[in-house]
Nanobody
Framework: QVQLVESGGGLVQPGGSLRLSCAASVSGFSLETMGWYRQIPGKERELVAQAFRYGSSKYADSVKGRFTVSRDNPKNTVYLQMNSLKPEDTAVYYC?????????WGQGTQVTVSS
C-alpha cells in the first residue's frame, strides 16, 4: 500500500502561479508513473500531467506550455508547477502514482483561480 501526502493548493489570481507537491511512502524508483489529475464537481476526473520513471512526461492539451510536472525519485516526490493559471483550472487536484498494476491516489487539494 502506498500513502500519498499532497500540499500546495490554494487561492490564486488569474495569471498567477502555484506549485503542488506529493510525497509517496515508497521509493520513487519503484513507481512507474507519478502525476496529477483534476476533477470539477459533476465531471469526470481528468489527467493533467504525468511523469514516467525514466524521464518522459505527458500533458493534457489544456495545460501544455503552462504546467510542468517533475519528479524527484530519491525524495519520492512529484511536483506540479502551474503558471499562467486560468479560472478554468479551478478544480480539486489529485496526486496519482502507479506501482506495477496498482494505482494510488492522494486525498486531493483544492486549487481556485479567481480574482
Amino acid at each position: 500500500q502506498v500513502q500519498l501526502v499532497e500540499s500546495g493548493g490554494g487561492l490564486v489570481q488569474p495569471g498567477g502561479s502555484l506549485r503542488l507537491s506529493c510525497a509517496a511512502s515508497v521509493s520513487g524508483f519503484s513507481l512507474e508513473t507519478m502525476g496529477w489529475y483534476r476533477q470539477i464537481p459533476g465531471k469526470e476526473r481528468e489527467l493533467v500531467a504525468q511523469a514516467f520513471r525514466y524521464g518522459s512526461s505527458k500533458y493534457a492539451d489544456s495545460v501544455k506550455g503552462r504546467f510542468t510536472v517533475s519528479r524527484d525519485n530519491p525524495k519520492n516526490t512529484v511536483y506540479l508547477q502551474m503558471n499562467s493559471l486560468k479560472p478554468e483550472d479551478t478544480a480539486v487536484y489529485y496526486c496519482n502514482v502507479r506501482q506495477r498494476e496498482d494505482d494510488y491516489w492522494g486525498q486531493g487539494t483544492q486549487v481556485t483561480v479567481s480574482s
